[in-house]
């Protein structure tokens, strides 16, 4: 940056701006007024313009040839007001705003030379567009995990791999249970008990055998024995020995604890299944962008690896603090999955389009930005090229917000912005340092 700087001054006072000086200096001598021939007020090193003095000569840092500094027309009012101009054009002048130390005055043909163009500031209302990097994660609330309610030993695996799919109601492995075989036999015991001792003149036997049926049947119950399972059991008067463990969710196996003739217990996790229909996007937000992001703002994901992929998804969660090393926010981001396209781990674009309220903008190329201030300059007519400082907003599709220094309608250099404010720099003896 410093190098274009000093490029861009030494064009200027090399070549552009002695070139203005000279087409103006040119232009007396055709009027022939050879009195009117203006002096320099003091001349300057093209590269260091901070450096005056009173006499040309060579610059004592650089060894160039120091470069005289005209007095501006416009400071010429005086001559006018007493030189018998119009009056009427002279009270305009004085209606005009004053212009701000720095403005420069450039000629028609040395704007054309030096490619300046303009644009207005305008009042737009956008949609700011803020693009991060996510990551595809298993939505928590679709993971289950698969246990038995029973202490016993596997017999045969259905669901033997990981990654397999299945279905809710699909077998996954049954179980031989000692526990649960024997309560099956006390509940037929307890039926037989209760058709041989129906008739007995005792009140209590009745109830007794009902009692113990029904305690049968709930136990059975809690260790996850279907009402159809019992069913049978009283119809066929036979046990099931080998209880069969189903599937509760549609999901991918990404866990399996579970192999043939494996003693197994409640606390054990057979499977874990997990439904990929619905996932979630991890995405990180640089911190200046994260004030803009709000709970339930849209978003368009798009897969890395196939920009066909456009699935659109909300902030369902933004997290409570920022990663210190990345300086980023993390939001959770759900979004639909169909055709399974979204694999955990994937890296993903996640863009959010705002809406934004009306508000100034101008062209990106119009802000001179030097670090320390941003400077826009606004046309003043017959060539006055005014430096104006701004405060700026957020970036909205090749427009930067202003918030502070122009106002609506105002007419300002979108190209050559760097040469004028080189030149303008020049005139006020101000280095770019």
Not at 48 to 62: N, R
Not at 222 to 231: K, P, V
Not at 240 to 257: K, P, V, W
Request: charged share 25%; aromatic share 6%; net charge negative.
């Amino acid at each position: 940056m410093k190098l274009l700087k000093i490029i861009g001054l030494a064009v200027l006072a090399g070549g552009g701006f002695v070139g203005g000086v000279i087409w103006r200096d040119s232009a007396g001598p055709r009027e022939g007024a050879k009195s009117e021939e203006r002096k320099p007020l003091y001349w300057v090193d093209p590269m260091h313009p901070a450096y005056k003095s009173d006499k040309p000569g060579i610059a004592p840092d650089c060894g160039m040839q120091l470069v005289p500094v005209y007095e501006e027309p416009a400071a010429k009012a005086g001559e006018h007001e007493h030189g018998g101009h119009d009056h009427s054009a002279m009270a305009g002048m004085a209606e005009t705003a004053p212009m701000a130390e720095g403005t420069v005055q450039i000629s028609p043909e040395r704007q054309q030379l030096i490619n300046v163009q303009f644009g207005t500031v305008e009042l737009a209302s956008a949609a700011e567009t803020i693009r991060a990097v996510g990551r595809v994660a298993v939505d928590e609330t679709r993971i289950h995990h698969v246990h038995t309610r029973v202490e016993g030993y596997v017999e045969k695996v259905y669901a033997d791999f990981t990654g397999k799919f299945v279905k809710r109601g699909d077998p996954l492995l049954t179980i031989y249970s000692p526990e649960m075989l024997a309560t099956q036999q006390e509940l037929l015991l307890a039926i037989k008990g209760r058709d041989q001792l129906h008739s007995s003149t005792l009140d209590t036997v009745p109830a007794q055998m009902a009692s113990l049926i029904e305690a049968s049947k709930h136990r059975l119950a809690r260790w996850e024995f279907s009402a159809g399972q019992i069913e049978e059991v009283i119809r066929t008067g036979t046990p099931i020995r080998n209880y069969t463990l189903f599937a509760g969710e549609d999901g991918y196996i990404t866990a399996r604890n579970a192999f043939p003739r494996q003693q197994v217990t409640p606390a054990m996790d057979l499977y874990t299944l997990v439904d990929l229909s619905r996932v979630w996007i991890i995405a990180d937000i640089f911190e200046g962008d994260a004030a803009a992001i709000r709970m339930g703002a849209p978003a368009v994901i798009t897969a890395a690896y196939d920009r066909a992929i456009s699935l659109r998804g909300t902030v369902s969660y933004i997290q409570p603090e920022f990663d210190a090393q990345s300086r980023t926010l993390k939001v959770r981001i759900e979004v639909p999955n169909p055709g399974l396209r979204l694999k955990p781990d994937m890296f993903v674009d996640a863009d959010f389009r705002l809406a934004t309220g009306p508000r100034l903008v101008v062209p990106q190329d119009a802000v001179l930005d030097t670090g320390e201030r941003k400077t826009v300059f606004v046309d003043r007519g017959e060539g006055n090229f005014e430096p104006r400082e701004v405060e700026t907003g957020e970036h909205i599709d090749g427009r930067i917000a202003i918030l502070k220094g122009l106002k609506q309608g105002e007419r300002i250099v979108t190209s050559g912005v760097f040469l004028i404010d080189s030149e303008s720099r020049l005139r006020t003896g101000h280095s770019h340092d």
